[in-house]
């Protein structure tokens, strides 16, 4: 290899044919802008490439449903396509399950600096600036499996800069016996470094979050390459909206701070550390049941419109899709102790939640009371240790809720008995 550097982008799973979720009473000003942001997030890496003069870009996966896109997906990657190859902008890509090969359409021809690597076997395609070869790219498509086999990426010595590109699961033991100076892997929708050093092992993640399972900045790797082999490898965030969750603990509010102060606080460190992106924003609340100021459902939806109101709207909203309060590790001993119905309800719920709800059959209930499929009441039965204690929990805040009184909206955002997680 002369002493040369290269330059590549890294981007993958853009998922163009996903929605954003995870919404709740989503005010008319943010709609259009979330139907747009998958699709601007890609744009930006696109962009990013000619800005950054990269000399590749590495594109590890699903990228869109040409079928569940419709005409619009395709249109938009040819056109960025076309805009790269203005720009003498190579682009290698190894496609996932979602844009399997077999799935773009046969009428549409991709440019001819794109590079769709077959699913059959692994592909060597050798980058060259003025003739002089600089990189090899061993790329393959994903045909089915789930896990990315190391040893079909394997090549003979030579002085190029050797990457290798897949989409699915990897274990780093594994990829580190090949001769790869680079893994660019998709699949994982979080970024990730699974080997910091060289050899350099990176997961793009996708560019937009789309729920609360996939929190955090999002965006892609770029990467920069001296003529010595060594890298500098740098994120670059992209997403035009974050998911977030925030929890107010039980000792902030012992000491008798307001909630609002609270959320108002915790915002604008959220706006200092994201910039001017849009936040999606889900709150938890530990409360002492006992001695909190605010109890209640309506307490809570007063809170969560005043919120929304506040930070909801302008430049940099901060949406707030539901408060959860969760359920308490015990609640308190007067209450247990109370010779009344609800003292009743807790200690047969504390008993029920040390034997793991055994002695409670949901099922005869399920299926006389609730109409639905069979997978509908196997949702509702749970078996799952874990799911069976979390199933207790909200149900008996639910109960400690309606037998101390409180007005009870089992549709409000407000889900003071156990949001969906």
Known sequence: MGKESIRFIHAGDFHLERPMQDLLDLPEHLKQQLVDAPWKSAEAIFEMAIVENVDFVLLSGDLLNPVSCGAAGPAFLLEHFEKLQQNKIPVYWAAGTVDDPDRWPEAVALPSNVHLFSKKQVEPIVYRRNGVPLATILGRSNDGRESVRSAEFSMDEDDTYVIAIAHGNAERESLVSQRIDYWALGGSHQRQTLHGEAPHMRVCGTPQGRSFTEEGAHGCWIVEVDGNHDAQIVSNDVDQFRYVTQTLDAEDLALGRD????????????????????????WRIEMDLEHASMVGPAALDEILGWVRREYGHGACSVWSTNIDVLSPKSFPAKWQEEDTILGDFLRTATDNRKSLGKNINLKPIVESETPGSAMWHSLLVQEDPASITAMLDKSTLLGVDMLRGHKIDLLAPTRRFGGVK
């Open 259 to 282: 909630v609002r102060q609270l959320m108002t606080k915790r915002i604008s460190k959220l706006q200092s550390e994201n910039g001017t992106r849009h936040m999606i924003v889900q």
